[in-house]
């Protein structure tokens, strides 16, 4: 999962039309690290995405203009456009991560 390095980069991948998985982590977070664990074989399965990972510390303005208020989070992005939201309280397992990129 390629990490996001500026806001510019973030900014041109959400515009796309294919839709970007924007996962938000930050370097201290054990829910993230377990995430890490499991994503690998998500990423590999729901490979119509492209997934990108974002570390909110580095970017709080982005977090803070996208609702991201716990991580891990994923936020699906279209054409410049938040889509969908799955907060950190529901992506503490493969199930719950699969079950939401099922339902959009």
């Known amino acids: 999962?390629?990490?996001i390095k500026t806001a510019e980069q973030?900014?041109?991948l959400i515009a796309k039309e294919q839709p970007v998985i924007m996962k938000f982590t930050a370097g201290w977070c054990p829910d993230c690290r377990r995430m890490d664990m499991f994503i690998?074989?998500?990423v590999s399965e729901y490979n119509q995405y492209e997934w990108y990972e974002i570390d909110r510390d580095?970017?709080?303005?982005i977090a803070d203009q996208?609702?991201?208020m716990g991580i891990p989070s994923l936020l699906i992005f279209q054409n410049g456009e938040k889509q969908a939201h799955l907060h950190s309280a529901n992506a503490k397992s493969?199930?719950?991560v699969t079950d939401f990129l099922?339902?959009?």
């Open 94 to 96: 493969p199930e719950q």
């Open 102 to 104: 099922k339902s959009v």
């Open 58 to 61: 580095e970017f709080p303005d």
């Open 66 to 68: 996208y609702d991201v």
């Open 10 to 12: 973030f900014q041109e």
């Open 1 to 3: 999962m390629e990490r």
């Open 40 to 42: 690998g074989d998500i």
